[in-house]
């Protein structure tokens, strides 16, 4: 980008200003150049066409420096349109214009990180199809060409395989659903209790090696929400939660009044997160451990589709150190009025 340089009006705060400074500039010059040719004798004729040439010249210089952020966004528009989102525009001005540059310049900015995050989306996506895809892809030519003989281990591996392309697939269409609005709010009031219960009781289906506890303060506590929705989060929370833990592990669903929310936390005793990643945990496809291998963790999107379904209902949600080691995610979520 172009350093910023200080054109002639910049500091008149706007157009209106400008145009009445550049009339008076014109006016000035003229009857100065005409004055001094009736003066020196020059002919009237003479005098006028010279004074009138200098007020163009100067209006010209005036009004370039007036103009030039335009000629500046129409070159940068042009540019933009063939992918080229590194271009910004001279800013220095306080006048209408000055605002515009501004503005597009924060527009451009925007779009270069848009345009950034649909490439990492790409690439990411296209990663995380690859592994699934590749161990089908081996295992069934193992079973065509006859290098192993079809056997219920070698099938069940082909069908976690299977089972983890529909995830993905599945938190793929949600996330897109939720960032389009696509997917309304069924809000009512609910009972927290069983919405967790529920939760836990499909994470131990499937991890019984941690061990999952339930623990409300209040067993009539109650939220505003989708309490559907509410329980994709709990899970995509408890997923998470004990994906990190260690065989024997207890995760533990917390839930609790607070200052007229409703506070649901899901702590783990797990390696946690550094607090220099824990504002990034809930962005698409980030692993805070990025040495972890993808066969091992999830794909990255439990995470961001718990924030949008809890920024949908008006709520917050954090990370958490715990105290020797562990995470504990935060969510706050809309109460009712008692």
């Given at each position: 980008?172009?350093?910023?340089?200080?054109?002639?009006?910049?500091?008149?705060?706007?157009?209106?200003?400008?145009?009445?400074?550049?009339?008076?500039?014109?006016?000035?010059?003229?009857?100065?150049?005409?004055?001094?040719?009736?003066?020196?004798?020059?002919?009237?004729?003479?005098?006028?066409?010279?004074?009138?040439?200098?007020?163009?010249?100067?209006?010209?210089?005036?009004?370039?420096?007036?103009?030039?952020?335009?000629?500046?966004?129409?070159?940068?528009?042009?540019?933009?349109?063939?992918?080229?989102?590194?271009?910004?525009?001279?800013?220095?001005?306080?006048?209408?214009?000055?605002?515009?540059?501004?503005?597009?310049?924060?527009?451009?900015?925007?779009?270069?990180?848009?345009?950034?995050?649909?490439?990492?989306?790409?690439?990411?996506?296209?990663?995380?199809?690859?592994?699934?895809?590749?161990?089908?892809?081996?295992?069934?030519?193992?079973?065509?060409d006859g290098v192993e003989p079809p056997g219920p281990e070698q099938l069940r591996t082909m069908l976690k395989q299977a089972e983890r392309l529909g995830r993905l697939v599945t938190q793929l269409l949600d996330l897109s659903r939720l960032e389009s609005g696509a997917i309304p709010l069924q809000r009512s009031t609910f009972k927290v209790l069983p919405v967790l219960e529920d939760a836990a009781d499909e994470c131990r289906l499937h991890a019984p090696h941690v061990q999952v506890s339930v623990l409300v303060d209040e067993p009539g506590l109650v939220a505003d929400g989708d309490p559907e929705r509410v329980h994709q989060v709990v899970a995509n929370l408890l997923e998470n939660a004990i994906r990190?833990?260690?065989?024997?592990?207890?995760?533990?669903?917390?839930?609790?009044?607070?200052?007229?929310?409703?506070?649901?936390?899901?702590?783990?005793?797990?390696?946690?997160?550094?607090?220099?990643?824990?504002?990034?945990?809930?962005?698409?496809?980030?692993?805070?451990?990025?040495?972890?291998?993808?066969?091992?963790?999830?794909?990255?999107?439990?995470?961001?589709?718990?924030?949008?379904?809890?920024?949908?209902?008006?709520?917050?949600?954090?990370?958490?150190?715990?105290?020797?080691?562990?995470?504990?995610?935060?969510?706050?979520?809309?109460?009712?009025?008692?």
């Open positions: 980008m172009k350093p910023s340089l200080r054109r002639p009006l910049d500091g008149l705060p706007s157009i209106k200003w400008k145009l009445g400074a550049v009339i008076v500039a014109a006016v000035v010059v003229t009857v100065m150049v005409v004055d001094f040719g009736v003066r020196a004798g020059v002919s009237p004729i003479l005098s006028g066409l010279a004074a009138g040439s200098l007020s163009i010249l100067m209006v010209q210089v005036l009004a370039r420096g007036m103009t030039s952020p335009l000629r500046e966004m129409a070159a940068a528009s042009r540019a933009m349109a063939q992918g080229e989102y590194g271009r910004r525009v001279t800013a220095t001005s306080l006048d209408e214009v000055g605002e515009l540059a501004r503005a597009f310049n924060a527009m451009a900015a925007e779009l270069a990180e848009t345009d950034r995050m649909r490439r990492d989306l790409v690439a990411n996506v296209s990663h995380e199809l690859r592994t699934p895809i590749t161990a089908l892809q081996a295992g069934l030519e193992n079973l065509v990190h833990s260690p065989t024997g592990g207890k995760v533990e669903v917390r839930a609790r009044p607070e200052k007229g929310r409703v506070a649901i936390e899901v702590l783990d005793e797990g390696p946690g997160i550094p607090e220099e990643e824990a504002s990034r945990v809930f962005e698409r496809f980030y692993r805070a451990d990025t040495a972890r291998s993808s066969s091992v963790g999830g794909a990255g999107l439990g995470l961001a589709i718990a924030r949008w379904i809890v920024d949908l209902h008006g709520g917050d949600i954090r990370a958490e150190r715990r105290t020797p080691t562990g995470c504990r995610m935060v969510v706050l979520l809309p109460g009712v009025a008692r």
